[in-house]
Nanobody, 125 residues
């Protein structure tokens, strides 16, 4: 069974850093493009970053560009989201998602085929 598992969510102070991991179970991650989304209470799920199967192409939303970095280690079957200069408005449940190819509309949840269960990130002093 194909599963994605996020980890690394925590409570962090504003200005701090955190690294999320997205690990795959039951399949080889290097066959998939991977995206990161987040959803804050009362808001829609927002696509914030994605990476192609090779790792050569990455995209970021304006809300995280320059602060977050996506990367992948196919040998470890894991994709990472390094988050820095965190702000209270980054507070959300963070999800990773997988798709067979990186679509132009990557920011839309409907373009992704598989989802993890989410990891809570809270930015607060």
């Amino acid at each position: 069974q194909l599963q994605l598992v996020e980890s690394g969510g925590a409570l962090v102070q504003p200005g701090g850093s955190l690294r999320l991991s997205c690990a795959a179970s039951g399949f080889t991650l290097d066959h998939f493009a991977i995206g990161w989304f987040r959803q804050a209470p009362g808001k829609e799920r927002e696509g914030i970053s994605c990476i192609s199967t090779s790792g050569h192409r990455t995209n970021y939303s304006d809300s995280v560009k320059g602060r977050f970095t996506i990367s992948r280690d196919n040998a470890k079957n894991t994709v990472y989201l390094q988050m820095s200069s965190l702000k209270p408005e980054d507070t959300a449940i963070y999800y990773c998602a997988a798709a067979f190819y990186l679509a132009a509309g990557w920011g839309k949840a409907s373009t992704w085929d598989y989802w993890g269960q989410g990891s809570q990130v809270t930015v607060s002093s």
